[in-house]
């Protein structure tokens, strides 16, 4: 009988607008779009956007498009192409990206709000940005940059950040030169400075970027295309310090452009080897590459790239502190916990995008999950829960040493429950679950003292 319900309910319809409605619903529209950009040439060789399903929240229903097997709910809609809808936010879409919805990895995008203001076509081009990413997880599961790095990337170095703008600038004028040598001259600038500084980053530094790169920039990349655009926003003063997996969006497609130009066939070839860099390849198409008239920066272009490397890495500095301050006068009740000694709490969940640097420690603004053998604690910064966490580490990672210390600030007054054996507190966008713990409470804030598991 059961069963027999769930069928009838799929069989339904909604209407493809509502009546009186002055507008055709925009989530088909985007779709008519990303039908029109994948029919017009291959993008990428080997990725088909219509190969990978497609969701899109548009502030009202969630739909699906080209889903082979669309969870319940999510019934036909009248007047479309095989699409379906169901009312309200799908959980599993949550932003412009990827998930996984009725056990199939789907591209998911939201144009509800100022988004949905976008003309579909510049929203179709997104939708790809997100269906490449799907392609590459299967085809390219390690062009992916471990975001741990990028926590602890130097970016208060000033000689490096002058290279990596020096390096920006060269990309940008060899984008703007309409002849291919002179491309190649300044392209070859580009990869000098590039050299220069990789070889006195870490390695590990060296691979977040290249694999960056890889990830989202050639995301990025394809999302130009299918735009039908071929020029890369290249900031003519280089990119802030802290900027370095934005500047990746940018460097990416300009390069991926650069060997458009001057390696026609450069996607099969990274198909086929895919352990190679953007950078390598541009290199290797340099080697025989004919060049304009010598192109380089002037000596007072250098130095004004390095002053203005100094000036802002003090900046960075000095906005650490700031941060800190707003943390520690933020009003609210807050929960502090210490680890016991030798036990500390591990990161089960973070948000990298979303964490915010300070002197000796993290601010975490979305999303954190830590835990050991006693219990774990989450905060996620929820509609109506508005919360910060800040995190000290152990050792000279800040989060994957281990943490000693987090203080979450909240607007309202966390609940606390004591059992025989569990200590809960709880709060909108936190909970905590521990044993082995002491608690106190004084004034807005409750102190947990962790002690050690036997």
Same mark, same amino acid.
């Given at each position: 009988?059961?069963r027999?319900?769930?069928v009838a309910?799929?069989l339904?319809a ?7 409605a002055?507008?055709a ?12 950009i994948?029919? &017009?040439?291959?993008?990428?060789s080997g990725?088909?956007?219509?190969a ?7 502030g ?6 080209r889903?082979?097997d669309?969870?319940a709910?999510?019934v036909?809609v ?5 699409a379906?809808?169901?009312p309200?936010r ?8 990827s998930a996984?919805?009725g056990?199939v990895?789907?591209?998911t995008l939201l ?10 076509p +510049?929203?179709?081009a997104?939708?790809i940005?997100e269906a490449?990413h799907?392609?590459?997880r299967t085809?390219?599961?390690a062009w992916?940059?471990n975001?741990g790095?990028l ?6 170095n000033?000689?490096?950040? /002058?290279l990596?703008?020096?390096?920006? =600038?060269a ?6 030169n309409?002849?291919?040598?002179g491309?190649?001259c300044w392209?070859r600038v580009?990869?000098?400075?590039r ?5 006195t980053?870490?390695s590990?530094?060296v ?11 050639l &995301? ?5 295309r299918?735009a039908?655009?071929t ?9 802030p310090?802290? &900027?370095?997996?934005q500047? $990746? ?8 452009l650069l060997l458009d130009?001057?390696s ?6 990274l =198909?086929?080897?895919?352990?190679q860099?953007l950078?390598?390849?541009l290199a290797?198409?340099?080697?025989g590459?004919a ?10 272009q250098v ?5 203005d490397a100094?000036?802002?890495? $003090?900046?960075?500095t ?10 520690e006068t933020r +009003? ?7 680890s /016991?000694g ?8 973070f948000?990298?995008l979303n964490?915010d640097?300070?002197e000796? &420690?993290l ?10 053998d $006693?219990?774990q604690?989450t905060a996620?910064?929820?509609e109506g $829960?508005d919360?910060?966490a800040?995190?000290e580490?152990i ?13 979450i ?5 966390p609940v606390v429950e ?5 200590l809960v507190i709880?709060?909108p966008g ?8 002491e608690?106190d409470v004084?004034?807005?804030q409750?102190l947990?003292?962790?002690?050690a598991?036997?």
């Amino acid at each position: 009988m059961v069963r027999s319900v769930a069928v009838a309910v799929g069989l339904l319809a909604l209407p493809l607008a509502s009546a009186g409605a002055q507008e055709a619903p925009l989530a088909p529209a985007v779709e008519q779009e990303v039908e029109r950009i994948a029919a &017009a040439g291959s993008l990428w060789s080997g990725f088909d956007p219509l190969a990978v399903p497609l969701a899109i929240y548009d502030g009202e229903r969630t739909w699906l498009f080209r889903h082979p097997d669309p969870p319940a709910g999510f019934v036909p809609v009248e007047g479309t192409s095989g699409a379906r809808a169901r009312p309200g936010r799908f959980e599993a879409v949550t932003a412009n990206t990827s998930a996984e919805i009725g056990g199939v990895m789907t591209a998911t995008l939201l144009v509800n709000g100022p988004q949905g203001e976008s003309p579909p076509p +510049e929203l179709a081009a997104v939708a790809i940005h997100e269906a490449f990413h799907v392609y590459q997880r299967t085809h390219h599961a390690a062009w992916q940059g471990n975001e741990g790095d990028l926590l602890v990337y130097p970016v208060t170095n000033a000689d490096l950040l /002058a290279l990596r703008r020096l390096e920006s =600038e060269a990309l940008r004028r060899a984008l703007a030169n309409a002849e291919d040598a002179g491309a190649a001259c300044w392209a070859r600038v580009a990869m000098r400075e590039r050299r220069e500084r990789f070889a006195t980053l870490d390695s590990s530094f060296v691979a977040y970027e290249r694999l960056t790169e890889l990830n989202e920039g050639l &995301a990025a990349y394809l999302q130009l295309r299918a735009a039908g655009r071929t020029e890369v926003e290249m900031p003519a003063g280089g990119f802030p310090p802290e &900027a370095v997996r934005q500047r $990746a969006y940018h460097t990416g497609p300009a390069i991926a452009l650069l060997l458009d130009r001057l390696s026609p066939g450069w996607q099969a070839v990274l =198909e086929a080897h895919g352990d190679q860099s953007l950078d390598s390849l541009l290199a290797a198409a340099l080697i025989g590459a004919a060049t304009s008239a010598p192109c380089d920066f002037t000596p007072v272009q250098v130095g004004a790239a390095r002053r203005d490397a100094r000036i802002d890495v $003090a900046a960075v500095t000095a906005g650490w502190g700031s941060r800190q301050r707003a943390f520690e006068t933020r +009003e609210g009740w807050r929960v502090v916990i210490q680890s /016991a000694g030798g036990q500390p709490l591990w990161p089960q969940g973070f948000d990298p995008l979303n964490t915010d640097r300070v002197e000796g &420690a993290l601010i975490h603004t979305r999303y954190l999950k830590l835990g050991n053998d $006693a219990g774990q604690m989450t905060a996620l910064d929820d509609e109506g $829960a508005d919360i910060e966490a800040r995190t000290e580490g152990i050792g000279p990672h800040p989060m994957f040493n281990g943490i000693s210390w987090v203080e979450i600030v909240m607007p309202a007054k966390p609940v606390v429950e004591v059992s025989r054996t569990h200590l809960v507190i709880r709060a909108p966008g936190f909970t905590a679950d521990f044993t082995h713990a002491e608690y106190d409470v004084g004034g807005q804030q409750v102190l947990v003292q962790m002690t050690a598991v036997p």
